[in-house]
């Protein structure tokens, strides 16, 4: 193309007034250290990707979706099965949101594991804490927006647990629903947080995350006994990239772009093969035969609020996560300056296992959901052959009462029924038949009193029949 | 640059300042009473609802029960509907709850072969009077006041039961 080309003068005569080719170039070909043109070092703009990925597929469903309490579960399956591609932005857009959070995470544990919080980069680190409150602000109030029954009893959990703060519990709650009760007006209000109010702050955040890296600079591949010092860090980092250093793009850009394209091209996929998510069910609130989940973000808290003894619940709820966030944001004061190598660091190195196994063993309890009764299986599950076998007709007017007062719900038999309580298989060897009687009269150890609910001839059948559980 | 121009550079400052920080104030404190505003109750909320006729809810037994939420805007659409639980003890004696779980607020299922009330959530359960059985549910079931009118059961409710106001 010639210096004179239509394309060539329209750039020099944009360029020549907004002077952003200049600008653009300097910010893509500032220096960085060599070491950080890394794999490890393409989370965070993996995050960005899917960011923008996330905004612009948020702005296709916005044109259809309608933010009205008796239209949105309608304009959602009109999206899954009408509109042209509609289906295709709903799937990318949640399979986005999983990705997000989950990239971010791994972005924040690899800047922590190369000591990237500390001096001179503080304030890095506590905009980048923001922006995961705000991205799991996004997750949460993303998924009010699909109205569904999840969506209708997360809310439900949201108000219970505000309602917990002391005084202020009742103001929060109706500020959180916009009104006396989970309706029209508390889905207008979370719409308004979802697509205006928190993107807004992410964005400006984003920004101001980007200056910061590019003002201090990227951290440097962290080098066993090479400790950050207040006095001398930042002229050896400057000695460092002006010696050492390549331009950002494209030497340490190059795998930045191919992560982005990889979570992208992702994210396509996972959309294609597994579809959109949802709506569940219609949010009625008289259809009470549900069984509310949250996304799996908040499948751990939603573990832990089952786990918890009963007494420290209101405390830990409202108390925990302050003390979380507030030990984030604490971070980089606490250890602002030492080695940065996680080589040297194994305290840091083990609170991060420690936090990976405990939130990743709490989500997947929130998956199987141990402590929640069975509902069906009094009907469902089948009482195992070899139980009836050459039982006696009292024994088995005992099977049927177990069965009937649905003690499966929370009893398995055989590997079927509920995992609150003990499984019953070879009960007949933990406990006598007195016992069995205390405790199916009296209840206790977490499980309710039967004593008004089975006439004597019902409790006698039942522990006769218990009696027989055996190996 | 005379003494007189100085002040009046600093009195137009001043003034802009001043204009500004007015017209902020102006926009700003309606804005924060339009956002407060949905926590600030003109009423209780709170107001007698028909559930039906007493002969639909037989002795000794526990039903579910709908009525629409007495606060509500035109677009609620399903969302404004509520359920309880009726529990018809015998003659005019009768225990309406809540079907929020005490604990989280999830929906509770009525098992009459059992007696009990479970929640599927967290796995809360309660005895057929309300009372606490067993899990996580810091009390019983949420209760409605009653009344009843013209051979009609009538509750007071009007907001989602929680710990920090119980119906």
């Not at chain 1, 009296?442 to 006439?455: D, R």
């Not at chain 2, 899990?135 to 051979?151: H, K, M, Q, S, V």
């Amino acid at each position: 193309m010639s210096d004179s080309g239509p394309v060539r003068s329209t750039l020099r005569w944009l360029e020549e007034r907004t002077g952003l080719g200049d600008a653009a170039g300097l910010v893509l070909e500032h220096p960085v250290p060599r070491s950080t043109a890394s794999w490890w070092y393409v989370f965070g703009s993996a995050t960005l990707a899917l960011f923008v990925l996330q905004i612009a597929t948020g702005i296709c469903l916005a044109l259809v979706y309608v933010p009205s309490a008796d239209g949105a579960y309608q304009s959602l399956l009109y999206l899954n099965f009408q509109a042209p591609f509609g289906w295709f932005l709903r799937a990318v857009h949640f399979w986005g949101s999983n990705a997000m959070v989950a990239i971010m995470t791994l972005h924040m544990i690899q800047v922590f594991l190369f000591g990237a919080h500390k001096y001179p980069r503080e304030l890095t680190w506590i905009v980048g804490v923001f922006l995961f409150l705000c991205t799991l602000g996004m997750a949460f109030t993303g998924q009010i927006l699909r109205w569904d029954q999840d969506a209708y009893w997360g809310l439900g959990i949201g108000a219970s647990i505000a309602s917990r703060a002391p005084g202020v519990g009742d103001t929060l709650v109706q500020l959180l629903l916009g009104g006396p009760i989970i309706a029209g007006r508390t889905l207008s209000r979370f719409f308004a947080v979802h697509v205006f109010l928190v993107p807004g702050i992410l964005i400006g955040m984003i920004g101001l995350h980007l200056w910061l890296v590019l003002r201090i600079g990227i951290n440097e591949w962290p080098m066993p006994g090479r400790v950050v010092n207040r006095e001398t860090y930042r002229r050896k980092y400057d000695d460092e990239v002006h010696k050492d250093g390549v331009a950002f793009f494209p030497h340490a850009a190059r795998k930045d772009m191919v992560a982005c394209g990889i979570v992208v091209i992702a994210v396509v996929l996972c959309a294609v093969l597994f579809g959109p998510f949802g709506p569940h069910g219609v949010p009625d609130p008289t259809l009470i035969d549900t069984a509310p989940k949250p996304d799996f973000y908040f499948l751990a808290l939603y573990a832990l609020f089952a786990l918890l003894p009963p007494w420290t619940e209101t405390v830990v709820i409202l108390v925990g996560p302050l003390v979380a966030i507030g030990a984030l944001f604490l971070v980089p004061f606490l250890a602002g300056t030492g080695e940065k190598s996680w080589t040297r660091r194994p305290v840091s190195v083990l609170v991060v296992v420690v936090i990976v196994l405990t939130v990743a063993t709490l989500a997947g309890l929130g998956v199987t959901v141990p402590w929640s009764p069975k509902m069906e299986a009094w009907t469902a599950a089948a009482t195992p052959v070899r139980y009836v076998k050459g039982r006696t007709p009292l024994e088995l007017q005992g099977a049927l009462v177990l069965q009937n007062k649905q003690c499966r719900a929370c009893h398995s038999l055989g590997g079927e029924g509920g995992k609150r309580g003990p499984a019953l298989d070879g009960i007949a060897t933990r406990q006598t038949r007195d016992q069995l009687i205390r405790q199916v009269l009296q209840g206790g150890g977490n499980m309710p009193a039967y004593g008004k609910n089975l006439s004597p001839a019902e409790v006698n059948a039942l522990v006769a029949f218990m009696a027989t559980l055996r190996p | 640059m005379t003494p007189v121009s100085q002040s009046r550079r600093g009195f137009l400052f001043k003034l802009g300042l001043g204009l500004n920080v007015l017209g902020a104030a102006l926009v700003g404190v309606p804005v924060v009473g339009y956002i407060f505003g949905a926590a600030r109750r003109r009423t209780d909320g709170q107001a007698w609802i028909p559930l039906g006729p007493v002969n639909g809810f037989p002795a000794g037994q526990t039903r579910l029960a709908t009525y629409e939420n007495p606060v509500r805007v035109a677009w609620d659409g399903a969302t404004a509907k509520v359920a309880c639980w009726v529990r018809r003890i015998e003659g005019e004696r009768f225990q309406v709850f809540a079907v929020n779980c005490a604990h989280l607020g999830c929906p509770v299922r009525w098992f009459p072969q059992s007696r009990l009330f479970m929640c599927p959530c967290h796995g809360g359960a309660y005895y057929e009077d309300g009372s606490r059985a067993s899990g996580p549910p810091p009390r019983g079931l949420f209760e409605y006041e009653y009344r009843i009118n013209d051979g009609a059961l009538w509750v007071r409710g009007g907001q989602l039961p929680t710990l920090s106001r119980p119906v």
